[in-house]
């Protein structure tokens, strides 16, 4: 497989649960982030991982907590989220941090 | 205020016509991002540019670094054109892209 991949493609979650999205890539990339994307918004900026190191945490909420054990699996863990955490996340990588990004086809998440 | 702002914000074509997407910014940048992103959900990466053009196929991309503008061409557009196009910028300082919230794209056969 190729690209970046992100499983699973939709989560429908209660507020107590735990759960965890998973990406990977298999392009060699150095660097690789989580972004959020709410309706009619940007995207924003969630977490940024080089080299294994998160070098970027864009005050996100600490009900998400990301994990990259190697340069290409990237995992967002997930736990007591608030409905308006409902989106669509996305992975992306690239081959050092600020080139050219490449995305996952995201997860949709759904809390209930 | 969004340091990136893109227009239209929704844009319906008929097959063939000839499309122009804009994006303008309010910082110093070094890079812009030109992305698609279809029902669905997933993001692909169509242009980064830093002057002038680059083209690719039917898509053609320009950028004005002093006038902090770049449109996105489509040439011949077709129905499989459609989706929503999203510009980001990559600042003189900083250290993140900020996107704009995407342009909606329709193409009718």
């Known amino acids: 497989e190729t690209g970046v991949t992100q499983t699973p493609r939709h989560l429908v979650m209660g507020m107590t649960n735990k759960k965890s999205l998973k990406c990977e890539q298999h392009?060699?990339?150095?660097?690789m982030y989580w972004y959020k994307q709410s309706a009619k918004k940007p995207l924003e900026l969630m977490f940024v991982?080089?080299?294994?190191?998160?070098?970027e945490n864009n005050s996100v909420p600490s009900r998400f907590s990301p994990e990259c054990p190697n340069s290409s699996h990237l995992f967002l863990h997930l736990h007591t989220l608030q409905p308006e955490d409902s989106a669509l996340y996305l992975c992306?990588?690239?081959?050092?941090?600020?080139?050219?990004?490449?995305f996952g086809p995201g997860t949709r998440l759904t809390v209930l | 205020k969004n340091e990136v702002e893109q227009s239209p914000q929704n844009l319906t074509a008929q097959e063939g016509e000839f499309i122009t997407i804009n994006c303008s910014y309010s910082?110093?940048?070094?890079?812009l991002h030109w992305l698609q992103q279809h029902p669905g959900g997933g993001i692909v990466s169509l242009f980064m540019?830093?002057?002038g053009k680059k083209k690719h196929g039917r898509l053609i991309a320009t950028i004005n670094i002093q006038e902090k503008h770049s449109s996105l061409h489509i040439t011949a557009s077709h129905p499989r054109d459609s989706a929503v196009y999203i510009c980001?910028?990559?600042?003189?300082?900083?250290?993140?892209?900020?996107f704009g919230t995407g342009t909606s794209l329709t193409v009718i056969p």
């Open positions: 540019l830093s002057s």
């Open positions: 992306a990588s690239s081959p050092q941090r600020l080139a050219e990004q490449f």
């Open positions: 991982y080089s080299l294994e190191e998160r070098v």
């Open positions: 392009l060699g990339h150095n660097a």
């Open positions: 980001a910028v990559r600042p003189n300082t900083g250290n993140q892209f900020y």
């Open positions: 910082v110093g940048i070094s890079a």
